[in-house]
């Protein structure tokens, strides 16, 4: 009899690669990959555990799915991602209906972890996390046209809120060969867009190579038949070199997307978050980017509430936001989380007041979104076809990334497909959605 077996990724990309690594391993050793939790023999819950929201969402799944095992209708679970790494065995403790719970470094085993599981054998242990998977075949979860990537894992940067280098452990990365092989098998595959991941891309290459080595990477992967787009994530901006920006500009394939999670902009909140960069530095350096390369969009995420954020402060970064307009950007309020300095730093901001600031810049950020997307009208982009809704097809231009970003609703005379590459006109916008035709 072969075992069904369905997982729930929560949290980032690079959690979702992992869980799919751990699938193909389990397909490939025998065990049939459901898609939903009823069909189910056992169920593996890839958990996040990096803020509050997130720890909360994967307890509340957890439950839920432990609700289906109480009513007889699947026989095991198995927790594994950043929250069964921070929390180990308060898990099983505190939720009993789980079988085992195992730590980011034992994902590599799996198969026996789940067998186990399914003989009523509990399983939990916490291998190095040195052990977490960098690299490995994979069972796309993603559409057929695009997938992640990821070149590296862990983070060395000790950001005074963070507590990823704990949970993830310290920083690792593969080679460059390594990395190249991947693209290619995921263009054989029919994959045409490819989106660079780790906690920190542009770091890529100091373990190694002693030097970064993005821009040597990149220029490698351009080279690869069938990748059409190739879109950068998670790049810290102390390492945006000119190197790297040269890059961007000069290779076609790259797309002229960049996401930098700058968190503030106040020289006093980035010193206590650990983090290098004032109003002017970073002004500055993403000017510079804009001016070097041709339309540029530049996704940011920025942090509210954090200790300290004075209301003269806050007002700053809405001065940042407004003086910047960024092409996208999001918001989060500051979560402290134990194991971290900012936990017990003193001038701790009241809950209301973060959820406000938080809608407050995200409102701002509507107003720069709905101005650019009016100026965008008359223009011509080339699109990516990502599904039919109804009578329209939904697709993104360079400027949209999948699963974060808004997109295009288009009109064609055409039958199109994912993955399809055409040109079109926008001709209306619609909150953060523009609205195109073919042409």
């Known amino acids: 009899m072969n075992f069904k077996v369905g997982m729930i990724s929560l949290g980032c990309p690079k959690n979702q690669v992992d ?3 751990m699938l193909e391993k389990l397909n490939k050793s025998g065990f049939e990959i459901s898609k939903s939790i009823e069909d189910s023999d056992l169920m593996i819950i890839n958990t996040c555990g990096f803020i509050e929201d997130a720890k909360r969402e994967a307890i509340e799944t957890i439950l839920e799915v432990a609700e289906y095992k109480t009513a007889g209708l699947i026989s095991a679970i198995v927790v594994t991602g950043c929250l069964a790494e921070r929390y180990q065995d308060e898990i099983l403790r505190e939720i009993p209906e789980v079988d085992s719970v195992i730590g980011i470094g034992a994902d590599k085993d799996i198969v026996k972890v789940c067998q186990k599981a399914l003989l009523g054998i509990q399983t939990s242990f916490y ?3 040195k052990y977490l998977f960098l690299e490995g075949e994979r069972m796309l979860s993603t559409p057929s046209h695009w997938a992640y990537l990821k070149i590296s ?5 000790k950001c005074s809120y963070c507590a990823i280098p704990s949970i993830r452990g310290g920083y690792i990365e593969r080679p460059v060969e390594s990395i190249v092989a991947e693209a290619k098998d995921l263009a054989d595959k029919g994959i045409k867009e490819i989106i660079l991941i780790a906690q920190d891309t542009t770091k890529y290459g100091i373990k190694l190579y002693g030097e970064y080595k993005l821009p040597k990477l990149l220029k490698e992967l351009v080279k ?3 990748i059409e787009w190739i879109r950068l994530f998670y790049c810290y901006p102390d390492r ?6 040269e890059v961007i500009s000069q290779e076609e394939k790259i797309c002229s997307y960049i996401d930098i999670p700058l968190q503030h902009c106040n020289s006093g909140i980035l010193k206590a978050m650990n983090r290098n960069g004032s109003y002017e530095s970073l002004k500055d350096l993403l000017l510079k980017m804009k001016s070097k390369i041709p339309d540029l969009a530049i996704r940011t995420t920025f942090m509210v509430g954090f200790p300290g954020e004075s209301k003269e402060r806050f007002e700053e970064l809405c001065r940042f936001v407004k003086d910047i307009k960024f092409d996208k950007m999001g918001c989060f309020t500051f979560s402290p989380e134990e194991d971290t300095p900012a936990f017990d730093f003193d001038n701790q901001i009241d809950e209301d007041v973060k959820k406000r600031r938080a809608e407050v810049l995200m409102d701002i950020q509507y107003s720069i979104t709905e101005a650019s997307n009016k100026s965008r009208v008359g223009n011509i982009y080339k699109a990516v076809i990502d599904k039919k809704e109804e009578e329209h097809y939904i697709g993104r231009s360079y400027l949209d990334s999948p699963e974060i970003d808004s997109g295009i609703i288009i009109s064609s005379s055409r039958v199109l497909k994912p993955g ?3 040109d079109v006109r926008i001709t209306d916008y ?3 959605d ?3 035709e073919e042409i």
Do not use: A, M, R, V
Request: hydrophobic residues 30%; contains cysteine.
């Open 19 to 21: 869980g799919e690594i």
């Open 127 to 129: 291998p190095d996390k």
């Open 153 to 157: 894992d862990g983070c060395d940067n």
């Open 224 to 226: 690869i038949d069938g």
């Open 240 to 245: 945006i070199t000119d190197e790297l920006i």
């Open 420 to 422: 399809d590459f055409i």
């Open 430 to 432: 619609d909150g953060y």
């Open 434 to 436: 523009l609205i195109g």
